[in-house]
């Protein structure tokens, strides 16, 4: 599956940016969605499985919401209340499973990430 990531750029502190995953099929994939701060480990952010059910990081919880269009072969990440902290490339992922994996090892396929600039 080939997936492409967009939807990021530069926001002030406490605004909003929806990031999209584009996939050339999406149905027998969970999705999730990654990301990696300039010296930082790539880390679990939120993934939604082929069911529905959604899981996030304790940081980003109640701020971003993940969600998929089946028909469209697309998955969301709203990105609301960001913090600086938040700065950061964004990699959608899909992985051949039911359920929800948050381990970044499991996943096959990536996107080619997009740039999240939060300025404080």
């Known amino acids: 599956v080939q997936l492409q990531a967009s939807g990021g750029g530069l926001v002030q502190a406490g605004g909003s940016l929806r990031l999209s995953c584009a996939a050339s099929?999406?149905?027998?994939?969970?999705m999730s969605w990654f990301r990696q701060a300039p010296g930082k480990e790539r880390e679990f952010v939120a993934a939604?499985?082929?069911?529905?059910?959604?899981a996030y990081a304790d940081s980003v919880k109640g701020r971003f919401t993940i969600s998929r269009d089946s028909a469209k072969n697309t998955v969301y990440l709203q990105l609301n209340s960001l913090k600086f902290e938040d700065t950061a490339v964004y990699y959608c992922?899909?992985?051949?499973?039911?359920?929800?994996?948050?381990?970044?090892?499991?996943?096959?396929?990536w996107g080619q990430g997009t740039q999240v600039t939060v300025s404080s």
């Open positions: 939604i499985s082929r069911g529905g059910s959604t």
């Open positions: 099929t999406s149905s027998r994939y969970s």
């Open positions: 992922a899909a992985v051949e499973i039911f359920t929800i994996a948050t381990d970044a090892m499991r996943y096959r396929y």
